[in-house]
């Protein structure tokens, strides 16, 4: 597909520049160290919520974010001499706030989460009705 410009961020540059979109549509970001916020998808405007206080310190950025139904998962990646030490945490969208998972892989640069399919969850429905069925066959 082809990229259409939106509007300018008013940023020059992104240091980590992880970027997830909640289940409401609001683009949350962090472009650089020190940074955490949202995008107008409209018109592409930066808008910061606040300045995050990392595990990995404060010349490390948020390389990834993805959202797990409303919670909001970042990769703190190193900004320190290249180590690619990472740490996973939490981020509370509304203020900022990081919350430590704790290290992970060296290097991470990505994070996903799968979705059950609906035909997953259907079969483990019909196997927990048999499952009662038989329990209720065998208390009889």
Known sequence: GQATAVGSSG?????GGGLAISGTGVY????????FGTYNPT??????????????GSTSSF???AFNGSSLYGDNLSGNGGSGAT???????????VTDLGASVTHLDAIAFSVPEP???????????????????KQS
């Open 119 to 137: 035909t997953t969850l259907a079969l483990f429905g019909l196997g927990a009705l048999a499952s009662l069925r038989a329990l209720r066959q």
């Open 87 to 97: 740490h996973l945490v939490i981020i509370d969208p509304a203020t900022g706030d």
């Open 28 to 35: 949350y970001g962090g472009p650089q160290n020190g940074l």
């Open 43 to 56: 018109t592409g405007a930066y808008n910061n919520i606040s300045t995050p206080t990392y595990p990995e």
């Open 11 to 15: 940023l020059t540059f992104t240091v």
């Open 63 to 65: 390389a990834a974010l």
